[in-house]
C-alpha cells in the first residue's frame, strides 16, 4: 500500500480517481495523515524530544496526552513515531508496545498482551511468578542486549489511558510508572486519554511515580486556520502519480474553499466542533460523490453533505410515525407544557388525546384501546419516550414515563411530514391542551 | 429506474440484479455503494444506518452483500446472547469454522483482535453487519466502542455496520467514543409503497386489478399505518373479500367502482384492529361470515372475559377495591353502619379520580382479606384453597405480587385488571362494583 | 408459586409413581387391620382398587374424546402449514415468514392442562412430526437456558428413536455449543431429515408426511404456560427464531389460561407482527365435569355411589374454588377410599353377580352389622313379627334376605337413572329450569327428598300440561329414545307406553288433517301461550286456562297430552325415590361430608385453634380430656399459654402471663407443697418464653412498642 507509484507523468482518469479515492479514503478512515500536523508543532517536538531521550539514550520517561476525541492525538503520536523510525539506530534499538483500553481489559490480559508483543512467549514459557511485578520485571530483563550491559528501550503506548485506571489496584499503571521511575529498564509511557480529569483517576502511589507531564492538544484553532486544515485534509501531495491531476485537483479544492456558501457551511461545523473526525466524516462523504463523471468535488456536494451531517435523527424518525404515534407524541407535548414536564403514564397520555377528540366532530381517529397501547409500545421501542426508573412490576398503561423529543423537533417534524391533518396540526399548535 | 446503482469496481451485471431487488431504495443503495467505494479500497471504519421498522436497511443491506459478493458476517444483537458467540460467527464466516474453533472458552476482546490479526489481511472490505445494534448497549460497556473503531485495532481493512431503529445519540457512552457515520433511511412515500405492495400480486388475477386494489387500501390505511410489513399482511387478509364479487361473477374486473364499494366497509372495519395482529387471514374470514349474523366484529382483544370460580372472582373484586381506594375509605364503604362519615368530609375533591389515572396502589394480604369476607356473601370459612387461589391469581397475572417472594411475612399485592375486565366479572355475580368504587362516587 | 393455579387444591403435587407403590401396600395393611376380618379386609381392598382402576382408565378415554374436537383441528392447522411452506398459494406464501402459532384457550383450571398437553404432543409425534418440544416457565428463567431446553428436548426426543452413534453426536452438539445456538439446530434439523429422507419412510414419520416426499415435518415448540413466560425472554426467542424460518419449519403453540388479549400484553407489535396466529378455544370445563357425572356418578355401571351432601360438596368446591375436573376425580377416589376403609359391608358394593356371591360368605360379625343399618331396621319393621325374628336371628335366613335386597338395590339404580334422564329430558327446556338446566342439579333433587313432593316439581308438571305439541313431542322422542337403550324389563314396557303414546300423537296429527276446523281450537290455547314468560305469568294464564278447561270440553289433544304427563309423573313417583328408602342403601352410598370436606377442603387456621384449645383431639391422649372447655394443666405449654391469652385484652403484660402459667402448671404436680407452689423456676420461665414464642410464631401476638414487656393479642373470637 505503499504510496510510492511509478512517477509516469500522465494516467487515464479512471485510475486518477481510483487512486484519489485510496488515497483519500486511508487518510479519512485511518489517520493516515499527510505531512506534518498543522497548528500542532509545539507538542510535536516536545513528544519526539521525549521519545528520542528514550530511544536513543535510554532514559526513562512518562508522558500524558490529553484531548478531546478526534483532537489527533494518536495522529500526533504516528507522525512522530514515522520521523523517529526513519532513524537507523531508533528502528534497530526501539521496542514497541501497544495496549488499549478498550481491548485489555484487565492487568492479566494486558500482562499476556506485552509479552505478546515483545515476542517473549516461548522465553516466559510455563513460568509461574509470585506477582505483577515480578512478571514485569522478567520480562523487562529477558529484553536485554547480547553484552548483557543495557537493555533495549521500550516504548509503551496506552491508548485509552483512563480505562487503564479502573484496573484492580491499578497494578499495571503502578508497574510501568515504577520502572519508568527506577532505572532498571529504558522505558517510555505514552497514555493517551480525553480526559482532562485524569490524574484524580490515579492512585496515591501510581501518581507519585508518573513524571507529570503532559502535552495538551485543545486546538484554540481560528476559522482561518480551520479552513487550512480543510484545504491540506483535501489536496494531494505532488508525489501523485499524475501530477497534472494532482494540480488541477488541489485548483479545484482551492476554488471550492474559497467559495461563499462552502465558507458558511465550514462555519457552522467550525462552530460545532474542530476536531478532525467529524471534518473527516464531512469531507468522506463529499469524498464519495466524486466518480469518473464528475473528478472533482462541487460545493453542492458539500452542502449535501452537511445537510446529512447535521440532520437531526429524531424528527428524521418522527417523520416516520403513523398519525396515531403522532397524536400520542402531541398529547404528550400538551402534557408537558401543562405539567411543566413531570412525567407521564399512558392512561394520562389517551385522557388528553380523548379530549383531543371530544372537541373534534368527526371521529375517524378514535382507535380502540388496544390500538393507542401499540403505538404507545412503538414509541417506547423507539425510545422516544422512556420509562421513569420505578418498579418494574407496574402494568404498562400506568409506568411513569418521560418524552425524550423537545417541540422544536415536534413541530419541525410536522411540517415536514406527509399529509398531516390540519386538525392535528392545530391541535399540536394550541397553546391550551 | 433499475439499474440506477452504477460504481466503478464491481460488475455491471451484479449491480443491476441488486438495482431489480431495491424497488425505491435506490438512492439509499447508491449512497451505501459510493461509501463503500471500490472493493479494495477503505470505507469509513464504522457506518450507522437508522430508520424506522421495514424501510429496507436490512434488506439493502444483504441484497448488496449477497449480489456483489462481498466478505461479510451478518448477525443479529439478539441471537448474541454472549459476545463469544457474537466473535465466533464473525471470524467463521470470514474466515471459515477452524479459526472460529480457535477461540478460548469464554474469549476476551483481546483473544478476538489476536485471533483476527493472525489471519490473512483483507484484499477488499470486510463488511460486519449487525442488526438490532441497540442491544449492543446492554453489552459490556467498552465492546460498542471497539466495535466502532475495530478498523484501527485489527489494523484491517474492515467495516462494521450496524443497523437499528433507535437515534444514534441513545448509543454514545459518557466518555464518547468513535463516532460512525450517520445513515438514515426514511420510511416510503406513499407513492412508493403503493409501487411495492403492487409487487406482490396474486397470480389469477390482473395486476391493473391488484394494484388498484392497493391503491384503495392504501387510501383507508396510509393515515394510520405506514409499516410496509403490517400494510402487506391488511392487504393479505382482505384480498379474499375484495375478490369475492368477482368470484361470484357479480361484478368485472373492469368496473373499480362497485368493488370499492363492497371492500370499502370492511377495511373501515379492519381498522379497529391495525396492528394487533390478533388473527391469520383464515380466521380473519371465519370472523367475517361470522360477523354477517352476528354483525359484530371481534378480535383477540374482544374475548378479554374469563371465566373464573366464584370465590375468585369475588377475591378479584375486593383486589381491585383494595388497590383503588384509599384504605381510609374502607371504614365507609364496608362498615354496615359506619358512624357518621359523610361524603362531603371523606371525599377530598383534590384526589378525586385521580387513582384510575395513576394506577393501582400495593395492598397488604389481610386487607384484601377483610374486603373480600365483607363483600362475598355468606360466610366463607378461610380454607387453605381460599389461599392457594390468591396465589394462583397471581401465575395467572390478573393479580401482581409487588413485595418479594421470600417476604412470607404479609405479602403485598396490586390488582392487575383493568376497569372493564373488573366490571364484567362483577357483573356474573351481580355486584356493582361501581358504587364502592372512590373514583366513581 | 409457580405450581399454583386456581386448580391448586391439597392434591396439586402428583406423587411420583413408586411412592404411589408404597401407599398401596400401606392402604392394604390398613384394610386388614381394620375390625373386620382380614379376608375380607382383602376383599374390600381388592373391589376398591379394581374399581379406582376402571375409573382411571375410563377417564383416560373420557379425556381424549373430549379433546379430540380441538386436537384434530389443531393438527389440521400444524399439517396446513407444514404443508403451505412448500407450495403455498398465494395467501400462504404473503405469510411465507410468519411463523405459525396456535393459540389455544385452556381455561383457568390449570391441573388439568397437563394431561391435555400430554395427550396433545403425543397425537403430534404421531401424526405430524417427530420434532416436539414443550417448555414450562420455571424452566425458562432466561434466554439461554429457553434456547438449551428447545435444543435439548429436541434432540433427546430424536435420540430416543434412533441408534447410538446418532445419540453421543447429538450429546456432544449439545455439549461442545457453549452457546448454544439456533443454527446448531438448523445443521441438526438438515442432518436429520436428509437422513430420515433417503432411509425407509420413517418408522416416525406418518402417511401424511411420507406420501409427499418434498414436505418437511414442522419443529413445534409448546409453550405451556404463557402467562407465567417472562416477556422479554418470549420476545427475544420470537426474533430469532423468524431469522431462521425459512431454514426451519417451525412453529408455536402457545397454552393460555386466561385470555388471548395475553398475546397482546406479552407481544409488542414488532413481534406479534411475526407470528401468524389462530385461536383454538378448548371447551369449558364446566362441560367436562358435566360429561364426567355423566360417566361415573349418574349411572348404574358403578356400585359405588355419592349420597346428596357429598356429592354437593365436591361440585360446590369445583364451583367455589377450582375449575379443575382433576380435582374432582381425585375427590371422588377420596370418597371411594374412605367408604371401602370404613364401612366393612362395603364388601357388598360391587357389581350384581359378585355382591351375591359376597352375600353369601358373610361372617356373623357382618351380619351383625347389616342388622344394625338404620334401613334395614326400618326394612325389619315393615315385616310381621315372626318374620322378624327370624330376621334378627336366623343368620342363613338373613342372608338370603340379602340378596333379595341387595337384587332390588340394584334393580332399583337400573331404573332410577333412566327415569332421572327422561324427565330431565321433558323439565330441561322448560323456562326458568325449575328442576335444573344440569342434569346433575335435578339428580341432588331426587336424592334429597322425595321430588315429587317438592313444588317446583309439580309447578313443572302443570307447564309440561300446557306445553305447545311439537315440543312435547320433540322431548317424548328423546325420553323413548333414552329408554329404548335401557335393558331392566320395567323400563321396557314403559318404553312401550311411551312409543304408543307418541305414535297416538301422531294419529292425533292425522285426525287434525282430516278436521282442520276443530284444530283451530284444539291447538289455540297453547299456541298463544307465550313461549318465554316468567313462572308468575305462566301460572296466571294456567289458572285461566283450567277455567277455560272447565267451561269447553277437553281437545283431544290435550286429553292426550294430560294423559302424557300422567304417564311420565307415575313414572317418576315409581322409580324416582331417593335411595335412603331402599334397604342396604348404606352398602353403596357413601355418606360421611365431614371426613371429606376435612380433607378437601382443610381450614389450617381451625385446625391449629383446635389443637390449642383442646389437644387430645390430635394427640388422642384422653389423660388430657375435660369438659366445660376448661383446660387440664397436663396439657402442653403453649395449649395453656394460649388459653390463658384467650382471656387478656389488646395487650397482655407478659409478667402477669408469666405468674397466671406458673400456677397453672404447678397445679399439674401431684403434691403441691406449699412453697415451691407458683414459683417461678428457671425452668418454667424458659418453657413459658418458648410457649410464647412459638405462639408468635403462629401469628397469635407480636411484639409491641406501645408498652414495655408486653406483647400485642392479634386475634378475636374464634375464626
Known sequence: MSKRKGKISHQPLGECITQVQRILRERYCQQKLAKGLDGVGAQHKHLEELLRRTAVYGESNSVLIVGPRGAGKSSLLRSVLQELLEEKEVQENLLQVHLNGLLQTDDRIALKEITRQLHLENVVGEKVFGSFAENLAFLLEALKKGDRTSSRPVL????????????????????????????????????????????????????????????????????????????????????????????????????????????????????????????????????????????????????????????????????????????????????????????????????????????????????????????????????????????????REYQMMRLMVDRSQIMEALQKYPQCPTDIKQWALSAFA | MAGLLEHPGYDEERLKRAAEQLPCREVQAGMLLSLMGEPHQYCYPSIFIYGHRASGKSHVINVLMKELELPHATLSCVECVSVALLFEQVLRSFFGCDVASLLPRSPSLTDFVRIYRQQSPARQTRYIVMEKAELLRDADANLLPA????????????????????????????????????????????????????????????????????????????????????????????????????????????????????????????????????VSSLQWEQMQQMEEETGALKGLSAHTHVELPFYSKFLLI?????????????????????????????????????????GPKPFPLDRLLAIFYSVVDGRVAPTASIFSQISSLVTLQLLAQVSHDDQLDSPKYKCAVSLEFICNISRTVNFDIMKYLYDFL | ???????????????????????????????????????????????????????????????????????????????????????????????????????????????????????????????????????????????????????????????????????????????????????????????????????????????????????????????????????????????????????????FIFGIATSPSTIQHMLPHSVSSLLCIQLFQSLSCTEHLATVIDKFILTHQFPFKLTEKVLSVLVSIFFFHDFSVRNFMKGLQLALLEHFYTQPLSVLCCRKKAALHHATQLDHGDLERIRLLPSFKRYVEGQEAEEQVNLMTDDSHLKEVCQKLIKTLHKYHKNYYPTLRCLHALTSTLPRHLLGKQIRELHEACLRKNVWEQENYQSAMKLLKMQAKDELVVS??????????????????????????????????????????????????????????????????????????????????????????????????SHLWPPESQPLHEVCYYSSVATVKHHLNASPRTSIQVALSNPDHYLENDSLKTEDGSLSSAAPDICIAYKLHLECGRLINLYDWLEAYATVVSAAKVDPDQDAFGKVDEVKHARFIRAVSELEFLGFVKSTKQKTDHVARLTWGGC
Not at chain 3, 296466571?540 to 302424557?564: A, C, D, G, V, Y
Open chain 3, 1 to 251: 408459586m409457580s405450581t399454583s393455579s386456581v386448580s391448586k387444591g391439597c392434591f396439586v403435587f402428583k406423587p411420583s409413581p413408586k411412592k404411589r407403590k408404597k401407599q398401596d401396600v400401606s392402604q392394604e395393611s390398613y384394610f386388614i387391620h381394620d375390625c373386620a376380618g382380614p379376608e375380607s379386609g382383602q376383599r374390600r381392598f381388592k373391589l376398591c382398587q379394581d374399581l379406582w382402576k376402571q375409573i382411571e382408565t375410563e377417564t383416560e378415554v373420557l379425556q381424549d374424546e373430549l379433546h379430540r374436537k380441538i386436537l384434530d383441528s389443531l393438527l389440521e392447522f400444524s399439517r396446513k402449514c407444514s404443508s403451505a411452506r412448500c407450495h403455498g398459494d398465494w395467501a400462504s406464501q404473503m405469510r411465507a415468514s410468519e411463523i405459525p402459532t396456535a393459540a389455544l384457550m385452556l381455561g383457568v383450571n390449570v391441573p388439568d392442562h397437563d394431561l391435555t398437553f400430554s395427550s396433545l404432543s403425543d397425537l403430534l409425534r404421531q401424526s405430524v412430526t417427530p420434532y416436539v418440544v414443550s417448555l414450562q416457565a420455571k424452566e425458562c428463567g432466561a434466554l439461554k437456558h429457553l434456547l438449551k431446553r428447545v435444543l435439548e428436548g429436541l434432540m433427546e426426543t430424536v435420540v430416543a428413536v434412533d441408534d447410538e452413534d446418532e445419540a453421543d453426536q447429538a450429546a456432544c452438539h449439545v455439549q461442545k455449543s457453549v452457546h448454544c445456538s439456533l443454527t446448531t439446530l438448523c445443521d441438526w434439523y438438515i442432518i436429520k431429515t436428509k437422513k430420515s429422507s433417503n432411509d425407509t419412510p420413517g418408522k416416525k414419520r406418518p402417511s401424511t408426511v411420507t406420501d409427499e416426499p418434498e414436505q418437511l415435518p414442522p419443529v413445534v415448540v409448546v409453550f405451556k404456560d404463557l402467562e407465567a413466560f417472562n416477556p422479554k425472554v418470549l420476545q427475544d426467542f420470537i426474533l430469532i427464531c423468524s431469522r431462521y424460518v425459512h431454514r426451519l419449519p417451525l412453529m
Open chain 2, 147 to 278: 466495535l466502532l473503531r475495530l478498523q484501527e485495532l485489527v489494523e484491517d481493512n474492515v467495516t462494521v455496520i450496524l443497523l437499528s431503529e433507535i437515534v444514534w445519540d441513545t448509543f454514545r457512552p459518557n466518555t464518547g467514543c468513535f463516532e460512525p457515520l450517520l445513515l438514515h433511511f426514511p420510511d416510503y412515500s406513499k407513492v412508493e409503497l403503493q409501487q411495492i405492495l403492487s409487487q406482490d400480486r396474486h397470480p389469477s388475477f390482473s395486476a391493473e386489478l391488484y394494484s388498484f386494489y392497493v391503491s384503495v387500501l392504501l387510501g383507508v390505511f396510509y393515515s394510520v399505518c405506514r409499516d410496509l410489513r403490517e400494510l402487506r399482511h391488511l392487504a393479505a387478509l382482505n384480498f379474499s373479500k375484495f375478490c369475492e364479487p368477482l368470484a361470484e361473477g357479480k361484478v368485472k374486473e373492469t368496473d373499480t367502482h362497485k368493488l370499492w364499494k363492497n371492500i370499502e366497509p370492511h377495511l373501515k372495519k379492519a381498522m379497529q384492529t391495525v396492528y394487533l395482529r390478533e
Open chain 1, 156 to 395: 509503551f503506548v496506552l491508548d485509552e489511558f483512563d480505562l487503564f485506571a479502573h484496573h484492580k489496584n491499578q497494578t499495571l499503571l503502578y508497574n510501568l510508572f515504577d520502572v519508568s521511575q527506577s532505572t532498571q529498564a529504558p522505558v517510555a509511557v505514552v497514555g493517551l486519554t480525553c480526559r482532562l480529569d485524569v490524574l484524580e483517576l490515579l492512585e496515591k502511589r501510581v501518581k507519585s511515580r508518573f513524571s507529570h507531564r503532559q502535552i495538551h492538544l485543545l486546538s484554540g484553532l481560528t476559522f482561518s486556520q480551520y479552513l487550512d486544515r480543510v484545504r491540506a485534509q483535501l489536496s494531494l501531495s505532488d508525489d501523485f502519480c499524475d501530477s497534472r491531476f494532482a494540480q488541477e485537483w488541489n485548483a479545484s479544492v482551492k476554488n471550492l474553499i474559497e467559495d461563499k456558501s462552502v465558507q458558511d457551511v465550514l462555519q457552522r461545523h467550525f462552530d460545532c466542533s474542530k476536531d478532525f473526525r467529524s471534518l473527516h466524516v464531512l469531507l468522506m462523504l463529499c469524498l464519495s460523490r466524486v466518480t469518473l463523471a464528475k473528478p472533482t468535488i462541487k460545493a453542492s456536494d458539500l452542502l449535501d453533505a452537511s445537510r446529512l451531517c447535521l440532520a437531526d435523527c429524531k424528527t428524521n424518525m418522527l417523520h416516520g410515525l403513523s398519525i396515531v404515534e403522532l397524536c400520542l407524541i402531541i398529547a404528550m407535548k400538551h402534557l408537558n407544557d401543562v405539567y411543566e414536564g413531570e412525567p407521564f403514564n399512558l392512561q394520562m397520555v389517551h385522557n388528553e388525546f380523548k379530549k383531543f377528540l371530544q372537541r373534534k366532530s368527526n371521529s375517524m381517529y378514535n382507535f380502540s384501546p388496544p390500538v393507542i397501547v401499540k403505538g404507545f409500545e412503538h414509541l417506547q421501542q423507539l425510545e422516544l419516550v422512556r420509562p421513569v426508573d420505578g418498579s418494574p412490576k407496574t402494568q
Open chain 3, 476 to 573: 317424548l322422542r328423546r325420553c323413548a329414545e333414552i329408554l329404548r337403550s335401557v335393558k331392566s324389563k320395567t323400563m321396557k314396557n314403559a318404553c312401550e307406553q311411551l312409543e304408543e303414546l307418541l305414535c297416538r300423537f301422531q294419529q292425533l296429527d292425522a285426525a287434525v288433517d282430516v278436521a282442520p276446523s276443530e284444530d283451530e281450537c284444539v291447538l289455540s290455547p297453547p299456541k298463544n301461550l307465550p313461549k318465554k314468560t316468567d313462572l308468575f305469568q305462566l301460572q296466571k294464564t294456567l289458572l285461566e286456562m283450567n277455567e277455560s278447561r272447565r267451561s269447553k270440553k277437553l281437545s283431544p289433544f290435550e286429553i292426550l297430552r294430560n294423559e302424557t304427563v300422567e304417564f311420565v309423573d307415575g313414572l317418576v313417583r
Open chain 2, 318 to 358: 375486593a383486589a381491585y377495591l383494595a388497590s383503588y381506594n384509599p384504605a381510609r375509605t374502607d371504614k365507609r364503604f364496608f362498615l354496615k353502619h359506619h358512624g357518621k362519615i359523610k361524603k362531603t368530609n371523606f371525599l377530598k375533591k383534590n384526589e378525586k379520580t385521580t387513582n384510575h389515572l395513576l
